[in-house]
């Protein structure tokens, strides 16, 4: 974090601004950035110590000089259209692997160049048959990834737009209409690569294969289409190096940044708000012209003295290790350097994962935990202190799926250490040695491991339910009425971030085209707000 952060900002506030952002996470400040350099008065209100929200970087181990991304860790649909409009000093490196998921005594590696993934295929299918099949349906996604990516940045398109603009109506079904398991048994016949084709589709999303809602579709169209390519980048120096140097734009383009102050309401007539904030010290009180909100749309609702639309629930288990060596792999075809630099699967066969979700969804642990690890440090060490460098020192951060919020309410703690306990044997089943001989010590004589679950993220970063999205994602268009995805009363507007009132606008993840780490909602909410 950025020297300024560190404490509550205790000046003076003035009495009006031109905008007033809530919420000093990447969007928010993104928002700020953009109106900032347009000429607008702009004030931050962030409630935490320090800018960044989820996307941060800290050091969670004591006396520990390793800086983790913490929350959010990887970066795909970061527009470079943002970087290079707001001249941010910062920048992503490409993964050497794509992803490795062992099975038995072998696995499947993707990456690392085609004929060797080629092979990976063969050595696990029997066949070329599973790899023509991968290659043709990554080439339809990667088709409709570059036609669909850059509308992100667009005004908001109708559906009709949208399906023109995709010109494939193959691949448009397969995305938009049809459940993606539909898709996946159709393209694919091996257990394994079903899986790994599924991951993507259930990352910070509790849905089957074949919810016919299509909430895994969203989920997968989202991880697929990012910078025209669906590739996920490693930020250097960590997820705090993009939100540092978002804060710094909009401090150089004139925004007023203030930490340790929480807006508690808003109240407009649509054409001027009041914007009440508390800090330390006490309360205080600022108009605007225009309010954006980098909050959730339930907190946006408490905010206006509003209904709140119903409860989201997040459904994943984060955890951040630090350990003194990579572990060595019952599958001795493939270094661990290699194997944990990608995206390394855990019991997410298509088997596993339907199993995984039926006894969450009925309120059971999942017997065998799906999760997916990779190492941040491998391809950026550069978050790592000298010495932990220079001793070999890795970090590793797990993302598990299909643990809804619900099953950790009776008991949050005890629950969260039997999960943590049964992912970590699902990982040892692959491995040479324990994961918990390789964790580092903290200056406490404590394993370097911390894990989150979704109550633990509604907590610390108030994320409804501790949904990463902020509520369920949606189709990146609006129907013909303009108001897609929206909440009973709202209406999307021509960005996507509109609310019922039209001076106050929603430019956080619960925006439609937000979630994940984009800065797309602070664009838009942007764009809108300067009736671009």
């Known amino acids: 974090m950025t020297a300024p952060d560190l404490l509550p900002d205790a000046r003076p506030v003035s009495r009006s601004y031109d905008a007033v952002v809530v919420g000093g996470g990447h969007n928010g400040l993104v928002a ?21 929200g989820a996307a941060v ?3 969670p181990f004591a006396g520990v000089d390793a800086r983790l991304s913490r929350y959010s860790y990887l970066v795909s649909l970061l527009p470079e259209k943002i970087v290079r409009d707001l001249g941010l000093r910062f920048a992503v490196r490409k993964r050497s692997i794509s992803s490795y998921t062992p099975k038995g005594d072998g696995g499947l ?10 092979a990976s295929f063969a050595e696990l299918t029997g066949s070329d048959r599973e790899h023509e099949a991968w290659q043709a349906f990554y080439e339809r996604t990667a088709r409709a990834a570059r036609r669909i990516f850059p509308t992100l940045t667009e005004p908001l ?41 599924l991951t993507d589709a259930l990352i910070g ?23 025209g390519t669906g590739d996920w980048d490693v930020p250097v120096g960590g997820m705090g190096a993009l939100t540092d140097a978002l804060a710094d734009a909009a401090r150089a383009a004139g925004a007023d940044i203030r930490t340790g102050h929480e807006a508690t309401r808003i109240e407009t007539d649509g054409q001027r708000a009041a914007i009440t904030f508390r800090t330390a ?26 209904t709140p639309p119903p409860a989201p629930e997040g459904a994943q288990l984060k955890v951040n290790m630090l350990l003194t060596r990579l572990p060595k792999l019952r599958d001795r075809s493939v270094d661990p350097h290699e194997a944990f630099a990608g995206t390394f699967h855990i019991a997410e066969g298509y088997g596993q994962l339907a199993t995984a979700h039926a006894e969450a969804a009925a309120g059971r642990l999942p017997s065998a935990p799906p999760s997916e690890i ?7 060490p550069t978050i790592l202190g000298p010495e932990l460098a220079a001793t070999g020192h890795h970090t590793l951060t797990l ?15 005890g629950t969260r250490a039997a999960l943590l306990a049964a992912t970590l044997e699902q990982l040892d089943a692959h491995l040479d040695e324990p994961i918990a001989d390789c964790l580092a010590l903290d200056a406490d004589g404590r394993p370097c491991i911390e894990a989150k679950t979704p109550l633990d993220l509604e907590r610390e970063l108030r994320l409804p339910g501790g949904h990463i999205f902020h509520r369920d994602l949606s189709f990146p268009y609006a129907a013909e009425d303009a108001s897609a995805g929206a909440d009973a009363g709202e209406s999307a507007g021509r960005w996507g971030v509109g609310t019922r009132h039209a001076n106050v606008l929603l430019c956080g993840a619960g925006a439609i085209r937000g979630g994940g780490v984009s800065g797309v909602p602070g664009h838009n909410a942007a764009m809108a707000a300067l009736g671009r």
């Open 205 to 227: 999303t509790f849905a089957d294969a074949h919810d016919p809602t299509l909430l895994q579709n969203r989920c997968f169209l989202y991880h697929v289409i990012g910078g």
């Open 157 to 197: 398109p109708t559906r009709a737009a949208l399906r023109a603009r995709v010109d494939d109506a193959d691949t448009w079904r397969m995305l938009f209409e049809e459940p993606l398991g539909v898709t996946v048994e159709r393209e694919f016949a091996d257990d394994l690569v079903r899986g790994v084709v």
């Open 57 to 59: 970087s800290t050091r």
């Open 109 to 118: 590696l993707v990456g690392g160049g085609t004929d060797r993934t080629r």
């Open 374 to 380: 990779y190492c941040h440090s491998l391809t950026d």
């Open 399 to 413: 993302f598990g799926l299909h643990t809804p919020a619900r099953l950790f309410a009776a008991d949050n703690e």
């Open 32 to 52: 700020a950035a953009y109106l900032a350099r347009a000429g607008c008065s702009v004030l931050v209100l962030e409630r935490l110590g320090s800018t960044g």
């Open 281 to 306: 010290d006490g309360e205080g009180t600022v108009e605007a012209d225009r309010v954006l909100v980098n909050a959730s749309p339930r907190d946006l609702a408490a905010l206006l003295g509003d």
